[in-house]
């Protein structure tokens, strides 16, 4: 007698088997065709080999690649940079550290970002002093307030700030938002209605909703730009949320972020502008957005942006240029240290040079799979020279570095995989001495709450955190 029931358990084994392995082998030929780096090539088709389930959802949500070649039209850009580019060559010639002459070029060619002088940078290592300084700015408006913000949390500070916009949208002011989809998910939808209810205009950043949630998931707008009358702008790594002021249970929170007064505020308004474009598919390039300003400090600033998109990783570069033309020290405070090849290579090379590499790292992170993995990286620059450090008294998010009492640079940007080649990021560079001397000893006073990571020590840890790491660190192209 034929058992059918069993043909038909069988033929149904036989057919998903023949599905599911069909769909893990085709998604491992798409990986390698994408022709994406091949460090990141390897670390999808072990995820898919060993973990093939989680693999293909982890796949499908965040690993496929859709670039665009442009955000916006050459011609439609150039009108968006007409007013700051006048603005640009009615400078008298900057004063370019020479050293730095090839970096500022390479800036200028690659992103447009024009060298801006004159400029007066307020330095904000704590979030209380920082959100005290936005609140008097955004006070101070008349004319139009832009911000954009990679997380916008309905809490205390959040809503502080939605009232302040709502009154300044009520005096007549123009108000225009950008918050980051991913970033804010759990933001419930009525907290930006109160906004849009009073006429700001407030738009979210690639949108994620089925069936479209793989291919922008993965690309985030992690910028925090804020742009006030087009005279005074803030930009670093603190978003808008209570525990960037209260801190963590464990810690306090460690950041930092500038505000900037003068030119390089029309690379913001730029920066700002063109996401709006992104969202709106409104070109805004009325003068009024770009006031003739006058001089308010001795810094020259740019404005660089990156993003998944075009053929350079702008951002990464410059920080690969900058830290091998270090000639003395150059210091770097990141929450993340998941390097690519490029960066690790050049940090590396610098302290087989002699330069005096410094590394800050958190004791204690908010993310344990991104902590592990960033530790797996530390034997790779110890051995090299570069000098290790946990910060201890809480987490450190500052994207913080400094090299040779003449270069600093502030932003979004941590020197990870995600924020070279994923997120929209955004970091001001400063030439100048007073400045960089300020990082300086913001780098070496946060020193003082740290504890070194010797080579010997670290190469005595246990075999069981050996073991994490190291199967973690062929993840980190994917955290």
């Known amino acids: 007698m034929i058992d059918w029931n069993y043909i038909i358990s069988l033929t149904?084994?036989?057919?998903?088997?023949?599905?599911?392995?069909?769909?893990?082998?085709?998604?491992?030929?798409?990986?390698?065709?994408?022709?994406?780096?091949?460090?990141?090539?390897?670390a999808w088709v072990l995820v898919l080999m060993f973990l093939p389930i989680v693999g293909l959802i982890f796949y499908f949500f965040f690993g496929r690649s859709q670039r665009r070649e442009r955000l916006i039209s050459k011609k439609s850009f150039d009108r968006l940079l007409k007013k700051p580019m006048a603005e640009y060559l009615s400078q008298t010639k900057s004063d370019i550290p020479n050293e730095y002459n090839r970096l500022t070029q390479f800036f200028q060619n690659t992103n447009q970002a024009l060298l801006f002088e004159n400029n007066k940078i307020d330095i904000y290592t704590t979030g209380s002093s920082k959100i005290q300084a936005l609140i008097y700015e955004l006070y101070q408006a008349k004319e139009h307030i832009h911000l954009e913000y990679y997380i916008f949390e309905d809490d205390a500070v959040g809503r502080l700030i939605r009232d302040i916009l709502i009154d300044k949208a009520r005096q007549g002011v123009e108000i225009r938002v950008i918050y980051d989809d991913v970033g804010c998910w759990h933001v419930p939808l009525s907290f930006f209605d109160e906004m849009l209810k009073e006429g700001i205009e407030v738009r979210s950043f690639l949108k994620v909703r089925f069936p479209l949630f793989t291919s922008r998931v993965n690309y985030r707008n992690h910028r925090k730009i804020v742009v006030i009358d087009g005279r005074v702008g803030f930009v670093g790594g603190m978003n808008l949320a209570l525990r960037y002021i209260k801190g963590l249970s464990w810690g306090e929170w460690r950041d930092t972020h500038l505000r900037i007064h003068g030119r390089a505020v029309h690379g913001l308004q730029t920066a700002f502008l063109l996401d709006w474009y992104f969202v709106d598919r409104t070109l805004i390039t009325s003068t009024k957005y770009f006031p003739k300003l006058d001089s308010f400090g001795n810094s020259l600033a740019q404005i660089v942006t990156s993003e998944p998109i075009g053929p350079w990783s702008e951002i990464m570069q410059g920080l690969m240029k900058a830290i091998t033309d270090s000639k003395k020290y150059f210091y770097l405070q990141t929450p993340y240290f998941l390097p690519t090849d490029q960066t690790l290579i050049a940090l590396q090379t610098a302290a087989l040079a002699g330069v005096d590499v410094r590394l800050m790292l958190p004791?204690?992170?908010?993310?344990?799979?991104?902590?592990?993995?960033?530790?797996?990286y530390l034997q790779d620059v110890l051995q090299a020279g570069v000098k290790v450090y946990f910060y201890k008294k809480g987490f450190l998010h500052s994207k913080l570095m400094v090299s040779d009492d003449v270069l600093s640079t502030v932003g979004s940007t941590n020197f990870d995989f995600r924020s070279f080649e994923q997120n929209f990021e955004v970091n001001a560079f400063i030439y100048d001495d007073e400045v960089a001397k300020q990082m300086k000893d913001i780098f070496l006073i946060d020193q003082r709450e740290c504890v070194q990571v010797h080579l010997k020590n670290w190469e005595k840890r246990s075999w069981k955190d050996k073991a994490l790491e190291s199967v973690v660190k062929l993840l980190a192209p994917l955290l």
């Open 12 to 42: 149904a084994k036989i057919a998903f088997d023949i599905i599911y392995f069909g769909a893990v082998i085709g998604t491992i030929i798409v990986v390698i065709l994408d022709n994406r780096n091949p460090v990141k090539t390897i």
């Open 363 to 376: 004791y204690r992170a908010d993310n344990r799979l991104t902590h592990w993995a960033s530790c797996s």
